[in-house]
């Protein structure tokens, strides 16, 4: 059950014990080009926790045990009323019984549906507050004054920004390199490309630091970035190395895997579902299997089809699948606009 050196010293002790932090990984069938000289691997992060998607679960890993030891009464959650941080998060520690709140991006549409839906069913109206979009810029100068005023009322709050970004899940995010490898030698395979998708970064950040760590270089990691820009990207990555370095109490080894980022091949706005998202979600349930969410899961393997169309890549593959069925929910009616009824 432990994970390889120096990781194990590192983060052992740093995560909940009773959440699993292995996923399987298995021959991808149907969807993607598929070449006897390309075997593809899929992996599944989104069998992690049925309730949460995969790349948020890893970072709960060691958010939660922290947020448990920090002596909080109440946690304030921050994201879209969609966010599948939020919707995560809140199952999690509510069914842990601690108390919540969320501040809330006011939605688009009032329709209740999807994870403002479940979000709704999880938190009462007074804890849930709702920011206006031109709001929306302070909203953590407005977590802070919560902060204060649940202060005197005895309440110590803690602030989770949007997307989790905060060196409490650095040690959670950590465990997907140390995963790859077990899958790597499980499967006895050598695989050459990576395949991921990144929001905030968070992630993809944790795999590609994980790596350098374990000293794994070799295969390329391809970043589909679903949201944010490269930059920010690279600010979050000098983050978290000096979080990490502060962890390790010494430099990082230098040699890194080569990373590319690819735009999305649709749809390329955060958020954004169209016409083709919804035609490859239908093509991906019947060829391979998988139920994808669109935002993040169908976007990213669309995209690596598209990248493996125009240039054949060459070894073993493994493409993530990060999100998880969940996120499909707040897409049923316009999923189901595509097929007649019979
Ligand atoms: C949040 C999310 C990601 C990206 O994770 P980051 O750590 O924010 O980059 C990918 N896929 C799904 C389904 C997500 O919810």
């Known amino acids: 059950m432990s994970f390889p050196e120096p990781l194990q010293q590192l983060i052992g002790n740093r995560l909940d014990r009773e959440l699993n932090w292995k996923s399987r990984c298995h021959p991808l069938h149907g969807y993607l080009p598929q070449h006897s000289s390309t075997p593809l691997f899929i992996k599944r992060e989104d069998e992690l926790n049925a309730n949460a998607v995969g790349t948020k679960y890893r970072k709960y890993l060691s958010l939660i045990p922290a947020l448990e030891h920090s002596g909080n009464n109440r946690i304030i959650l921050i994201g879209s009323a969609h966010s599948n941080n939020v919707v995560g998060l809140a199952q999690l520690l509510r069914s842990r019984g601690i108390d919540v709140s969320a501040l809330i991006k006011a939605p688009g549409n009032n329709q209740l549906v999807g ?122 990555y000098d983050q978290f190395e000096r979080w990490l370095e502060r962890l390790t109490q010494k430099p990082l080894p230098e040699a890194r895997p080569q990373v590319r980022f690819i735009q999305p091949a649709t749809a390329a706005s955060y958020g954004s579902v169209n ?52 996120g499909m929910c707040g897409f049923q009616s316009r999923l189901a606009s595509r097929e007649p009824m019979v």
């Open 115 to 236: 994870n403002h839906l479940l979000l709704t069913m999880l938190l009462p109206h007074d804890r849930m507050q709702y920011v206006s979009h031109p709001d929306w810029p302070q909203v953590e100068e407005i977590a802070e004054q919560m902060v204060a005023r649940l202060k005197q009322q005895g309440i110590s709050a803690a602030v989770i920004p949007e997307g989790g970004y905060s060196e409490a899940v650095l040690p959670g995010i950590l465990t997907l390199a140390a995963d790859l490898q077990r899958n790597g030698e499980e499967l006895g395979v050598e695989f050459q490309d990576i395949w991921t998708d990144s929001g905030t970064g968070v992630s993809a950040i944790g795999l590609l630091l994980g790596m350098r760590l374990l000293g794994i270089t070799k295969p390329c990691v391809h970043i589909t970035r679903i949201a944010g820009y490269p930059d920010e990207f690279r600010q979050r």
């Open 275 to 326: 016409q083709t998202i919804l035609r490859e979600s239908w093509a991906i349930a019947r060829e391979t299997g998988l139920l994808m969410d669109p935002v993040y899961s169908v976007k990213h393997f669309y995209t690596v089809k598209c990248e493996m169309e125009r240039q054949a890549p060459n070894g073993p593959q493994l493409i993530l699948y990060n999100g998880g069925t969940l």
